[in-house]
């Protein structure tokens, strides 16, 4: 499969030539190393992935092949020690510790497996809570839609403890696609 850039609001916007779908996520030749004392461990080695808009892709292995240290870089928590690592067309492979943070606000949404969520803030606060940080106005209502997006629009003063866990889980759902 073939690519070319073209260029849109000062960004790169790689675009497949086959199928005109945008790269959301392009990396190239990551490696990761950890030093510990004299020991060096290679969690990752030349690993090299597009993900386009709309696909879904599961990353999989056994125990010590590196899927949390992928999903780390992938989600802007953690840089690689080499390669290169392209999301939405730019190059977060050496952002500093606050631009990495921008990045997490505005284009990254995580659902943590055991939720995260707070144990004594509704559902419509907890979604709320990354546009707050973003600075966001209109907030409320945003955070609302995505509730009723994931069929919780009747919980949005429910606490935690009054959900089961698939909509405790819809919730942080909810709050990953806010952004």
Known sequence: MFSFLKRKNEKLEALSAETERKVVIDIQDITKMYRMGEIEVHALRGVSVKIYE????????PSGSGKSTLMNILGCLDQPSSGQYFLDGEDVSKLSEQSLARVRNK????VFQSFNLLKRTSAL???ELPLIYAGVSGRGKRAKAALESVG???RLDHLPSELYGGKQQRVAIARALVN
């Open 54 to 61: 709309g696909e879904f892709l599961s990353i999989m292995g």
């Open 107 to 110: 284009k990254i949404g995580f």
């Open 125 to 127: 606060r907890q979604v």
């Open 152 to 154: 919780l629009g009747q």
